[in-house]
């Protein structure tokens, strides 16, 4: 098999650690983002050292998927260091949970920067590359609130269906060079994000999932596997929801 650079943006958080995992199993070289702040570079070395231990080799950089010249410097670095990305998985993103009555102004902008503008700062950097070379994957990270809408999440859900069109638009941009962009939805998913949730919210949350449980971080590295696969050059402009029936569409 081709072995292909990937880069996983949020590649240490909750999700993020799976995607990797699963891509460096598909043999892939790996490289994983994370926001830098003290506390996500000991997080995230942490993570690399836990992944090392199963013979999983990543590489970290930090970067803020919100500010465009960090994307754009972080491509050139890794394409010069490493070679051209071939993969890319838009995964970070932010809550900043309030009903729109108590929803400041920096919250709704916050997540706009890292959950929408990231879209465009990060594909803008690869996607004439990708085209060139006749070959890319591009999974945009979504959600199951950017589908059905979210009590509390005006910002998210605006950001997460946002991703839809972006989606849909580079699709058709990308179908005739060999590149495909497509989205993941996750539902509600095991993870440090979600158990912010306040405990009784998420457990009514819950009850509303047909499958009766939380899902896991694996079980969206699978969809997003499938999509970056070599075999998967006709799956393009789609969304994939994996949210245990939450909603269906
Ligand atoms: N529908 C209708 N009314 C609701 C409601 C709902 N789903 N949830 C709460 N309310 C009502 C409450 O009953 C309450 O009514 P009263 O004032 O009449 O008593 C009022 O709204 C205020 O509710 P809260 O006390 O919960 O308000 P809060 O300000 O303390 O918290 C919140 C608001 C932060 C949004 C909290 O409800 C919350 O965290 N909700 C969950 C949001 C959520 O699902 N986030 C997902 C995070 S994970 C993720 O995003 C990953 C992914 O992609 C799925």
Same mark, same amino acid.
């Given at each position: 098999?081709?072995?292909?650079?990937?880069?996983?943006?949020?590649?240490?958080?909750?999700?993020?650690?799976?995607?990797?995992?699963?891509?460096?199993?598909?043999?892939?070289?790996?490289?994983?983002?994370?926001?830098?702040?003290?506390?996500?570079?000991?997080?995230?070395?942490?993570?690399?050292?836990?992944?090392?231990?199963?013979?999983?080799?990543?590489?970290?950089?930090?970067?803020?998927?919100?500010?465009?010249?960090?994307?754009?410097?972080?491509?050139?670095?890794?394409?010069?260091?490493?070679? *051209?990305?071939?993969? $890319?998985?838009?995964?970070?993103?932010?809550?900043?949970?309030?009903? &729109?009555? /108590?929803? +400041?102004?920096?919250?709704?902008?916050?997540?706009?920067?890292?959950?929408?503008?990231?879209?465009?700062?990060?594909?803008?950097?690869?996607?004439?590359?990708?085209?060139?070379?006749?070959?890319?994957?591009?999974?945009?990270?979504?959600?199951?609130?950017?589908?059905?809408?979210?009590?509390?999440?005006?910002?998210?859900?605006?950001?997460?269906?946002?991703?839809?069109?972006?989606?849909?638009?580079?699709?058709?941009?990308?179908?005739?060079?060999?590149?495909?962009?497509?989205?993941?939805?996750?539902?509600?998913?095991?993870?440090?994000?979600?158990?912010?949730? *306040?405990?009784?919210? $998420?457990?009514?949350?819950?009850?509303?999932?047909?499958?009766?449980? &939380?899902? /896991?971080? +694996?079980?969206?590295?699978?969809?997003?596997?499938?999509?970056?696969?070599?075999?998967?050059?006709?799956?393009?402009?789609?969304?994939?929801?994996?949210?245990?029936?939450?909603?269906?569409?």
């Amino acid at each position: 098999m081709t072995q292909r650079i990937a880069v996983v943006t949020g590649g240490t958080g909750g999700l993020g650690v799976a995607m990797c995992e699963a891509m460096c199993q598909q043999g892939h070289k790996v490289i994983a983002t994370y926001y830098p702040t003290d506390e996500t570079e000991k997080q995230a070395k942490e993570q690399q050292a836990e992944l090392q231990k199963m013979g999983t080799e990543i590489l970290l950089f930090p970067l803020d998927v919100a500010d465009f010249d960090s994307c754009k410097s972080f491509v050139a670095t890794v394409e010069a260091e490493i070679g *051209p990305i071939d993969i $890319l998985v838009n995964n970070a993103g932010i809550t900043r949970d309030a009903p &729109l009555k /108590r929803m +400041e102004h920096q919250q709704w902008q916050d997540v706009i920067d890292t959950n929408l503008s990231s879209m465009f700062n990060m594909s803008k950097q690869v996607f004439d590359g990708m085209c060139n070379r006749g070959w890319g994957r591009i999974v945009n990270i979504s959600s199951l609130n950017g589908e059905k809408g979210q009590f509390g999440q005006a910002n998210y859900a605006a950001t997460k269906a946002g991703i839809y069109g972006f989606t849909r638009s580079i699709a058709q941009e990308g179908a005739r060079k060999g590149v495909t962009v497509n989205a993941v939805s996750p539902g509600y998913i095991d993870t440090p994000m979600v158990r912010q949730v *306040p405990e009784n919210v $998420l457990e009514s949350i819950v009850q509303g999932i047909p499958v009766g449980r &939380l899902g /896991r971080p +694996e079980e969206i590295a699978r969809a997003v596997a499938f999509l970056t696969a070599e075999e998967a050059g006709f799956i393009t402009g789609t969304n994939l929801s994996v949210n245990g029936g939450q909603y269906m569409s």
